[in-house]
C-alpha cells in the first residue's frame, strides 16, 4: 500500500496553529514561518533529497518544511529551542502526515549547543536558520557532524552572499572562508518576503553546500580559523601587519607568509582556504621551533 503524502501548512494553517498556542513570534529567536507550501517543496526539490537521507531541520517552527521533507527523506530529526513549537510538533507531524510520522524525531535543544544527534547519522541539513544565529549555527553543525554531506539552508540575503563569496569579492570575509573548509558552496536563489509570517524586513537567500575534504595541513582547524579572524579583524592592513601578533613580530609574520607562498604586502579578502592553511602551518611550525 502506498504511504498518502503529507498535507503541507499553508497561511491559513499555520495562523491557525499559532493562535492556538497563543504565540507571538520573536524577533529575538528569528521566527518567521513559511506560508507557502511551493516554496518549501522548492527547497526540498532544490535540496537533492532522497529516501536513504537523514536530515537534520534546524528551527522548524510550526512544521512547514519538516512536512515536505518527510515527503522526500528517509528520516528528519528536528531541533528546536522554543519548547512550545517542540511540544507541538510531534502531533502536527502524527495530524498532517501519519504515514511518515514513524520516521520523524524533535529533539529540544539550541543548535548552536547541541553535541549530538540521535539516531542514524544525518546525511543532510536542510532549514530555514534562525537568521539572527545562522553562520553560528551552520559551522557548528558542519562541524560536529562530519556525516553531513549536503545541504540546502535559508538565511538573510547578505549572509547567504557572504557565505559563497569567493576570493577577490566585497563581500568576502570569515564566514565564506570558514564554511570553504568544509564544503563547496554556492547560492541556490533567491526567496521572496512574502512567503512569510510575519514578513520579515530582509530579503532571504538560499545556500547550497556540499562536502568536500578539508585542505590536506598538518595544521589544525583550530589554527587556521585563528589565522582566518586575525586576518579580517583589520581587513584594510596588509596581512604583514595583522598576522604580527600571532607571529610575535612583522618580521615573522613577514617570513611565515613568504615560506607559505603567499605576497606579505596582500590582504586576507585575496586568499582562498588552502593558502590560510598554509600560513597556519607555517605559524605553528615557527612556534613550536621557538618553544
Known amino acids: 500500500m502506498t504511504s498518502r503524502p503529507p498535507s503541507l501548512l499553508g497561511p491559513a494553517e499555520v495562523r491557525q496553529l499559532a493562535a492556538e498556542l497563543d504565540l507571538r513570534p520573536t524577533k529575538q529567536r528569528g521566527q518567521n514561518f513559511v506560508i507557502d507550501a511551493n516554496t518549501v517543496r522548492r527547497i526540498v526539490r532544490d535540496a537533492g533529497l532522497t529516501a536513504d537521507d537523514v536530515v537534520v531541520e534546524v528551527g522548524p517552527g510550526l512544521g512547514s518544511l519538516t512536512l515536505a521533507l518527510l515527503e522526500a527523506a528517509g528520516r528528519v530529526v528536528a531541533v528546536e529551542v522554543d519548547p512550545l513549537l517542540a ?9 498532517r502526515a501519519p504515514d511518515q510520522a514513524d ?3 524533535v529533539v529540544l535543544a539550541d543548535a548552536l549547543r547541541i553535541a ?9 541539513l536542510v532549514a530555514n536558520l534562525p537568521y539572527n544565529v545562522s553562520v553560528p549555527v551552520l559551522l ?9 554531506e549536503k545541504g540546502l539552508v535559508m538565511v538573510q540575503s547578505e549572509v547567504a552572499d557572504r557565505l559563497a563569496a569567493g576570493p577577490g569579492s566585497k563581500v568576502y570575509g570569515v564566514p565564506s572562508v570558514k564554511a570553504a573548509w568544509y564544503a563547496d558552496v554556492r547560492r541556490a536563489g533567491a526567496v521572496g518576503r512574502n512567503v512569510f509570517w510575519p514578513a520579515p524586513n530582509v530579503d532571504s537567500g538560499l545556500v547550497a553546500w556540499t562536502r568536500r575534504e578539508p585542505p590536506a595541513t598538518s595544521a589544525t582547524r583550530e589554527q ?39 605576497d606579505p604586502q596582500a590582504r586576507g579578502e585575496r586568499l582562498g582556504i588552502e593558502e590560510f592553511a598554509r600560513i ?8 613550536e621551533v621557538a618553544s
Not at 511540544?87 to 495530524?95: F, K
Not at 613580530?249 to 607562498?261: D, F, N, P, R, T
Not at 597556519?280 to 612556534?287: G, I, P, T
Open 87 to 95: 511540544g507541538r510538533l510531534p502531533r502536527t507531524v502524527a495530524e
Open 103 to 105: 520516521r520523524f524525531e
Open 116 to 124: 549530538e544527534v540521535p539516531g542514524p547519522a544525518p546525511t543532510a
Open 140 to 148: 557548528h553543525l558542519l562541524a560536529l557532524l562530519p556525516s553531513l
Open 224 to 262: 587556521v580559523f585563528a589565522v582566518v579572524d586575525a586576518a579580517f579583524a583589520q581587513r584594510r592592513k596588509t596581512l604583514r601587519a595583522t598576522l604580527r601578533p600571532m607571529a610575535g613580530s612583522a618580521e615573522a609574520a613577514e617570513a611565515a607568509l613568504v615560506a607559505a607562498g603567499v
Open 280 to 287: 597556519a602551518e607555517q605559524l605553528a611550525a615557527r612556534a
